[in-house]
Structure formats: structure tokens, C-alpha cells
């Protein structure tokens, strides 16, 4: 009887008087922090995919701001200076002309600023690379993503148009196109579909295997026993898991792409002079190379450092997302 007594003392002790406010409950701990911000900490500590953001942040600065950047030292890629000439089209002074008016010195034969050059043509790199990029990853998540969903005939027919052009000699179609194009046609949209159409095939077998993974999911299976159509399934089902490895991706495709362009450019068959292109530069810079080799420095810097940098960054981003990868290293 006392215990009884006793036991409902305490319980009505411990319970809030009948009109009291309610307290929120303690936290027990620090709340986790959001996935966005994981990501961030992860990249923080990783100081070479810091480097490499750091690198391709500048350069698309640069790239956007380009006219302007000319404008404000005074020179532009297209201006004939053959006052900073010898007698044999060679730069005047030393280190290839390299003056307070042209910080990276001058081209042979014409005189224009390379600083010019280098900084127009981080524009022209950039607009074919990213194009290409965009280009290339639209047609590998349509046709990888449809493929390992729907199966069948058109996940066959899909798989055999990639082994081909896996198997295609993309440099050697690249130059017989752009060989034919017409002169008088823009070239930078023609090279962005030239390089880009060619560069999906790895990217959507990593999709068609991913996304034929996911089908097997549970809530997927559960989304069409509810009558789900496919596109609902595809676009709120499959792709939100995939976007990972589409960012990945498309960090690391860029480099190949700016890359390819300026291949094609060094080979004299991509932009038309006198259009500035890192590639057209160092192909142009070959001819000089004993005589003036920083010609050839800055633009083959140019070329080295954002490759370099979106490969970092690209491979910081894949660990960032799956820190299993960064482990497994």
C-alpha cells in the first residue's frame, strides 16, 4: 500500500504539472552536419582537389572576363606590333620580348601580345570544352540511363553502338571532318560537335551499368507496383542516384575535351586564325622552338595547368562523394 503510494508520488513528480509549459527535450549531441557540408569538409582536406578548385575557379574567370582583362593592359590578340621585330621576325630584347607592354612577350613574325593570345584563347578553350562536355553528357545520360532501365533490344543496340565508336579512330574522323568543313563556317560550334559527339561512349556505360542497378531497387520495384509511370520512375527514382557520378564525370571529361581541342588546333585544323587558341599557339610556337622557346612556354603552361587542375579537382569531388574510393587509395 505504501509502495503504491510512494510510486505515485514519483510518477506525478516526474510528470509536468497539468497548464506548465513543455521544454524542448536536450539534444544529446552536436547535430550532424548536412551532406553539402560534408562534401565541403571533405574537399577542404583534401588540398590537392583544393588546389586544382582554387586553378580551374581563376582560369574560368579569366575565361569569362577576357576582353575585358586585354582591355585593361592595353592589348589585344589581334593587333600587328611589328615595331617589337628584328630584321628576322624574331622578338626584340630578351625572353621573347617580354616587356611592361607585353607581359609574356610578343609572337615571331607578327608581334602580337601573347598575354593577349594566352588569355582569348583560355575563352576559345573553355566555350569548346565546356560545350563538348555539356554535348557528349547529354547523349551518354540519355542513352546510358534508358539503356540499363529498359533492357531488351535497345539496351543491345545501345551496347554495340558503343563498342563501335569505342572502337572508332576518333583523332583521325576528328581531322577528316574538321578538314572538310567550309572555311567561311564558325568553327567553334563545328568543333564543339565534332569533339563532343564522339566523347560519350565511356561515360554512358558507367550510366547503363549504374542505372541497371538501381532498377533493381526495392523502391523502384515499389514506385511501379503503385502505377508509376516510366518517366516519373526514370526522373525521381533513377537519376537522383546517379548524380554523382554524373558530376564526376563531367569534372573529368573537361580536360579531355579542351585537351582535343587543342589538338585539333595544333594540327591546323581547328579554329581559324587569326581566332586565339591555346593549341593553334603551341602549334604555331613548334616552328620557333630554338630560336624563341617562350613562345612556346606560356601557352603549353596554360594547357598544362588547367588539365592538371580539373584532374585534381575531378578526383577530389569522386572521393568527396564516395569516400570508399579515397580509402581503398
Do not use: C
Request: positive net charge; hydrophobic residues 50%; proline residues 8%.
Amino acid at each position: 500500500m505504501h509502495t503504491s503510494t510512494r510510486d505515485a508520488r514519483t510518477l506525478s513528480a516526474a510528470t509536468p504539472a497539468e497548464g506548465a509549459p513543455l521544454t524542448p527535450p536536450t539534444p544529446l549531441g552536436p547535430a550532424a552536419p548536412s551532406t553539402s557540408r560534408q562534401l565541403l569538409n571533405r574537399l577542404r582536406a583534401d588540398r590537392a582537389a583544393t588546389l586544382g578548385a582554387i586553378i580551374v575557379a581563376l582560369t574560368t574567370l579569366v575565361a569569362l572576363f577576357a576582353p575585358w582583362i586585354t582591355r585593361a593592359f592595353g592589348v589585344d590578340p589581334y593587333t600587328y606590333d611589328l615595331d617589337a621585330l628584328d630584321a628576322s621576325g624574331l622578338p626584340l630584347g630578351r625572353f621573347g620580348g617580354i616587356s611592361a607592354a607585353h607581359p609574356f612577350g610578343v609572337e615571331p613574325q607578327t608581334g602580337r601580345d601573347l598575354f593577349a593570345i594566352v588569355v582569348e584563347g583560355t575563352r576559345t578553350s573553355f566555350s569548346i570544352g565546356m560545350g563538348a562536355t555539356v554535348l557528349s553528357m547529354v547523349v551518354a545520360i540519355a542513352l546510358g540511363v534508358s539503356a540499363g532501365y529498359f533492357g531488351g533490344w535497345w539496351d543491345a543496340l545501345v551496347s554495340r553502338l558503343t563498342d563501335i565508336t569505342l572502337g572508332f579512330p576518333h583523332l583521325v574522323f576528328m581531322i577528316a571532318v574538321s578538314a572538310i568543313v567550309p572555311a567561311t563556317a564558325p568553327r567553334v560550334p563545328i568543333m564543339i560537335l565534332i569533339i563532343g559527339i564522339l566523347g560519350w561512349p565511356s561515360t554512358a556505360r558507367v550510366l547503363r551499368s549504374r542505372a541497371l542497378s538501381l532498377r533493381s531497387r526495392t523502391y523502384v520495384g515499389a514506385s511501379r507496383a503503385m502505377g508509376a509511370s516510366q518517366w516519373h520512375v526514370v526522373t525521381r527514382q533513377i537519376l537522383p542516384g546517379l548524380v554523382a557520378t554524373i558530376i564526376v564525370f563531367t569534372t573529368l571529361s573537361i580536360p579531355g575535351k579542351i585537351t582535343a581541342e587543342a589538338a585539333l588546333s595544333f594540327l591546323g585544323v581547328g579554329v581559324s586564325p587569326p581566332t586565339p587558341s591555346w593549341g593553334r599557339a603551341i602549334g604555331s610556337a613548334v616552328t620557333w622552338v630554338s630560336t624563341d622557346p617562350w613562345y612556346l612556354l606560356f601557352p603549353g603552361a596554360a594547357l598544362f595547368l588547367v588539365t592538371l587542375a580539373f584532374n585534381l579537382f575531378g578526383d577530389g569531388l569522386r572521393d568527396a562523394l564516395d569516400p570508399r574510393t579515397g580509402e581503398a587509395r
